[in-house]
């Protein structure tokens, strides 16, 4: 599956861009600067956050998988960001609302995880929103899972052989994994940790539709996860980002043309350009 390109490259910011590399090059020993340049052109670094065991690896990977952007995982420093995404799994605690408060509305969003073990979409949107009313801010819901699912051929078979048998899938896990006997019991416990509960009713909803290879089921899967829903967001923040990274980069070339180099040129480009409104942003 192709992931979706977001943001940090309208035609405005790749030829201010490309004039930067220009000048760079003409300047060795501006390697601060360098730095600053170099990172217009690296992808958009989405940070993870959320308390322990809410899905935090789970909506990095899902993340990774779909959009061509950087995650960044719990435990990994998250300073440079440009994007938050905050993980909720349940009703947000003291500790979500503190964490929340801390991060720029305008750079990161905060997702209810795991929704998928709601039962349904409209009940995970329903808490989602009663998530917002309690943080006051917007909250989405996914199914990070369902986007991140490899099935091999042994689970393709099994969700076949369940399928074709009209198996549907009880809510107790235990009544599942027992329901195909010792033979298939670590199969069963396999399907569970991979897809959950939903995600195996997703699929035979599917199959019962008629057969369906690995890799289309792959992308129903993420279809039905919500994540491509993400992409407004990350794209509206890619445009705050290139505005901050310009920004870094006019604090830059101010320093340089300061101490007397190029002065012209830099003067040059930060007269009327993107790059010269970043200034004027980064200086208020
Ligand atoms: N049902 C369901 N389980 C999930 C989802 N995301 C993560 N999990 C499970 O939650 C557990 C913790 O996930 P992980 O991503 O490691 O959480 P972290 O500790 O916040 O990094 C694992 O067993 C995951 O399989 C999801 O979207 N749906
Ligand atoms: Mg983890």
């Known amino acids: 599956m192709e992931r979706t390109v977001v943001g940090l490259g309208d035609p405005g910011y790749l030829d201010i861009a490309a004039r930067l590399d220009q000048l760079c ?12 340049v170099d990172d217009l052109h690296g992808p958009l670094r989405v940070a993870v956050t959320g308390r322990h065991g809410t899905g935090r690896d789970t909506l990095a990977r899902a993340v990774r998988r779909v959009f061509d952007v950087s995650p960044i995982g719990p435990g990994d420093e998250d300073a440079d960001a440009d994007v938050w995404l905050h993980v909720l799994a349940g009703w947000p605690r003291p500790d979500d609302a ?13 997702i209810l995880g795991k929704a998928d073990t709601l039962g349904s979409w409209p009940t995970a949107r329903a808490r989602a929103g009663e998530c917002a009313d309690e943080l006051g801010r917007a909250v989405v819901a996914l199914m990070p899972l369902l986007a991140v699912a490899d ?4 689970d393709m ?11 549907t ?8 994994v ?17 897809l959950d509960a939903y995600g195996i009713a997703c699929v035979l909803a599917l199959l019962a539709d008629g057969p369906i290879d690995a890799v289309e089921l792959g992308a129903q899967l993420i279809a039905r996860s919500g994540l491509p829903a993400l992409g407004e967001f990350l794209t509206a923040a890619a445009g705050s ?15 340089v043309a300061a101490s007397g180099v190029c002065r012209d040129d830099i003067e040059h480009l930060l007269t009327g350009s993107l790059l010269g409104s970043s200034l004027e942003v980064a200086t208020r």
Do not use: K, N, Y
């Open 169 to 176: 899938v009880p809510p107790m896990q235990a009544s599942f």
């Open 157 to 167: 078979e099994l969700l076949a052989s369940l399928a074709s048998a009209g198996e």
């Open 178 to 194: 027992d329901a195909g006997g010792p033979p298939q019991r670590l199969a069963r416990i396999g399907l569970l940790r991979t």
């Open 151 to 154: 099935l091999g051929d042994p």
């Open 25 to 36: 090059s003409r300047l060795p020993e501006a390697v601060a600067l360098r730095r600053t």
């Open 98 to 110: 503190d964490a929340v408060s801390r991060l720029d509305p305008e750079r990161s969003l905060v």
């Open 241 to 255: 980002a290139e505005r901050l990274r310009l920004a870094r980069v006019a604090d830059q070339l101010e320093l």
